[in-house]
């Protein structure tokens, strides 16, 4: 008896459009991806490129960065960032992501992942995915990657408070916004500027 192939394994494409059902669903996942990444024009080509080409294992990485840091809210743009240094820099990363995505269970503590992460050998995996979002680098020495600064996420326990550190007075790029309003004094009143000439005429009329 044949198996019955799943709609994700099957790469015969009985489905009348020429593609396999694995290609359609690669295509669709991919168009997701991007989609969703044409909300952070600061991408680069290759950093977009890197997650549309394989956007299962981008979904991986993003829901085990999502569990191991504990944050929900993380950025997709850097997420893309994170995945395409470290994708581009060790050839076994997709699967080791896929191994560690699998050990992500729903409601589990970060600690307890990391455990269990240890234990199947991807300890370091998890180190340097949490380094990398802390601190915004990939990697170590004059190897290392800079992606972001101001969105590290050590940052964010004193962000209420404190401006992340910075030669600019007000926090990264400040510099680039515009200028705040300032309230014109009593002394500089539009009547002080207006010609008395043009006063007298009007009283005249």
Same mark, same amino acid.
């Given at each position: 008896?044949?198996?019955?192939?799943?709609?994700?394994?099957?790469?015969?494409?009985?489905?009348?459009?020429?593609?396999?059902?694995?290609?359609? =669903?690669?295509?669709?996942?991919?168009?997701?991806?991007?989609?969703?990444?044409?909300?952070?024009?600061?991408?680069? =080509?290759?950093?977009?490129?890197?997650?549309?080409?394989?956007?299962?294992?981008?979904?991986?990485?993003?829901?085990?960065?999502?569990?191991?840091?504990?944050?929900?809210?993380?950025?997709?743009?850097?997420?893309?960032?994170?995945?395409?240094?470290? $994708?581009?820099?060790?050839?076994?990363?997709?699967?080791?992501?896929?191994?560690?995505?699998?050990?992500?269970?729903?409601?589990?503590?970060?600690?307890?992942?990391?455990?269990?992460?240890?234990?199947?050998?991807?300890?370091? =995996?998890?180190?340097?995915?949490?380094?990398?979002? $802390?601190?915004?680098?990939?990697?170590?020495?004059?190897?290392?990657?800079?992606?972001?600064?101001?969105?590290?996420?050590?940052?964010?326990?004193?962000?209420?408070? =404190?401006?992340?550190?910075?030669?600019?007075?007000?926090?990264?790029?400040?510099?680039?916004?515009?200028?705040?309003?300032?309230?014109?004094?009593?002394?500089?009143?539009?009547?002080?500027?207006?010609?008395?000439?043009?006063?007298?005429?009007?009283?005249?009329?």
């Amino acid at each position: 008896m044949e198996n019955d192939p799943s709609i994700i394994g099957s790469n015969s494409p009985e489905n009348g459009t020429g593609f396999s059902r694995r290609e359609l =669903l690669k295509g669709l996942t991919s168009a997701m991806v991007a989609t969703t990444l044409l909300g952070f024009p600061f991408l680069s =080509l290759a950093e977009k490129e890197t997650a549309t080409q394989e956007p299962v294992i981008f979904g991986q990485f993003y829901l085990v960065s999502q569990a191991i840091t504990e944050h929900k809210n993380i950025s997709e743009g850097s997420s893309a960032q994170i995945f395409n240094a470290f $994708y581009r820099s060790q050839p076994d990363f997709p699967a080791q992501v896929s191994k560690l995505h699998a050990l992500v269970k729903p409601g589990q503590a970060a600690k307890d992942l990391q455990e269990v992460a240890k234990q199947n050998g991807l300890g370091e =995996l998890v180190t340097s995915i949490v380094t990398a979002w $802390y601190t915004g680098t990939v990697g170590h020495g004059t190897d290392s990657i800079l992606i972001s600064y101001k969105d590290a996420l050590m940052y964010r326990p004193v962000s209420d408070g =404190l401006i992340v550190p910075t030669y600019c007075g007000n926090g990264p790029l400040y510099f680039t916004a515009a200028p705040p309003a300032a309230a014109m004094p009593e002394s500089m009143n539009a009547d002080r500027f207006t010609n008395p000439s043009e006063t007298n005429v009007v009283s005249k009329a």
